[in-house]
Nanobody, 114 residues
Framework: QVQLVESGGGLVQPGGSLTLACVGSGFTTGTGVMSWYRQEPGKGRDWVAVISAQGNTLYTDSVKGRFTISRDDAKNTVYLQMKDLKPEDTAVYYC????????WGQGTQVTVSS
């Protein structure tokens, strides 16, 4: 049974940093594409970053140079390191993978506010 569990969210001041973690079970994170999305209240879920099985990464323009997606296959975990956070980064962050179907985690709240 595929499951994704995110953690690491919280309240941070503008300019601060957070690292989110997504722990996978029931599959191996290193064998496929893993993605991070985010969703603001009342809006749709937007793609943030992706890492391939080969370790290639892509980012949406608004987070380039500030966010880094990475993977620790030994821990079956995907990370999203976020620095220089801005109020507009406030959202619920979700981890996603596609295997036999699309799987999402439950999300973790990130709030950037002074």
């Amino acid at each position: 049974q595929v499951q994704l569990v995110e953690s690491g969210g919280g309240l941070v001041q503008p300019g601060g940093s957070l690292t989110l973690a997504c722990v996978g079970s029931g599959f191996t994170t290193g064998t496929g594409v893993m993605s991070w999305y985010r969703q603001e209240p009342g809006k749709g879920r937007d793609w943030v970053a992706v890492i391939s099985a080969q370790g290639n990464t892509l980012y949406t323009d608004s987070v380039k140079g500030r966010f880094t997606i990475s993977r620790d296959d030994a821990k079956n975990t995907v990370y999203l390191q976020m620095k220089d956070l801005k109020p507009e980064d406030t959202a619920v962050y979700y981890c996603k993978t596609v295997r036999d179907q699309v799987y999402w985690g439950q999300g973790t709240q990130v709030t950037v506010s002074s």
